[in-house]
């Protein structure tokens, strides 16, 4: 990938192609530490026993602006490539999971420290993410696309699993073994992966000029035989950025992505402020759905329409948090399995429209809309921390949900109804088209 980005040429598996699948699917499981703080927030809000809601929001919302403003990662993973990448990755999750792990044991309280070394992790976990994504899909033949990208997500989700499953099982309440752990399996995966993958893609087979397709002639010899170059060349990233099809990508990502964050954040004190018995079970659901939602929808989506289920993203998460609204958070089972679902359907599409929409400019297209998730998430989870610390009495730890956290679904809803009703209109027109295109054909 050094210095250029193309899709794979390959027609078959070979066993350095499984080799570097295989790998870069065990760095994807390694590198999701960050998705335990749902199980690790209310041990840490012990642990550091100056902390409050308002500062555990804080060190989540330093980790979500590093997991999602990452478009100059997106660039400097097309670029570069590997290894340099994994390398970047490696480093980033070292300051990250062991600067955690210093402030854990020496009890350093200072939530702009904790969330700069939490900020750090989330960087290198998305770098490694970028460059697994593409290098997964780059190793395998193009007809296994879409069956590549829902394993590359389903190995995230069960990365998350994981993580919680071996904090709750395994750490708790012991955070700093947990945070140091996180850091030896991310830089070790990722030191791996810059070893075993290749800095350069493959190199096709030769073929004679009169052998060529057009779409395999390079731009001199095409402007020679005056032919036209391919719509993906024409188009610009600009350009791809202000259509129609990239603003339902963005808007997409503003209300699943955020809205899984908010789930994330926010699950450990759902469940308290519900007075939930069983957290844990929660939390399993929740990260179970996104894990297979994220292995079928790729399969799922390669049989046609894949407009409406990226749009069913969008309408799932909503609901999701209509059933925590209107059923005072007392169906919260119900509601956490369906935003799972959600937002592990939709972190397998996003890079697949992407790689739609441009495989070349794919990395900064993925990493842009994933800015769209961060601005939500910031306002939903800075505003329900706000209200939350605000309603609850100085003598209690946690309020009531109704009183405490119904305002926030109710403002959630406003902000992402007027999407959901927009992606109801691109997903119409999407499929017109389409229609149109075949009849034509």
Known sequence: MAGESVQSSQTSFTFHNVLVVVVNLLAIISICFSYSFSAFKLPLKKHMSGWNEADLNFVYQAAAIGQNTVVHLGMFCDRFGSPSGYLISALLKAVGCFGMYYCAVTHIENVWLFGAFFLMDTQGMSSGLIMGLKEVQRASPGKFGGIMASLSKAAFGFGAVVHVSLFDYVYTPDVEKHFLCAGILGVSTMLLCAMIVPSKPPEAPSKKVDDATPQEYNKEEKKALKLKPSPAEETGVMEIICSKAYLACFLGMFVTWGGGMVWTANLASFSAAAGMSNPKQIRSYFYTAKTLSSLFIGPISDLGGREFWYSMTVWSMCLSIGIMYYTNSQSMLLA????????????????????????????????????????????WNYYAAQTSQALTKPDEKNCSMVTCYNDSFWIILLTTMPVALFMVYWTADSLLVANKKTKKD
């Open 336 to 379: 956490a399995t369906v935003a799972g679902l959600s937002w592990g359907s939709i972190a397998t599409l996003i890079p697949i429209m992407s790689k739609k929409l441009s495989f070349k400019n794919m990395g900064t297209l993925y990493s842009l809309a994933k800015f769209a998730g961060l601005l939500s998430s910031i306002g």
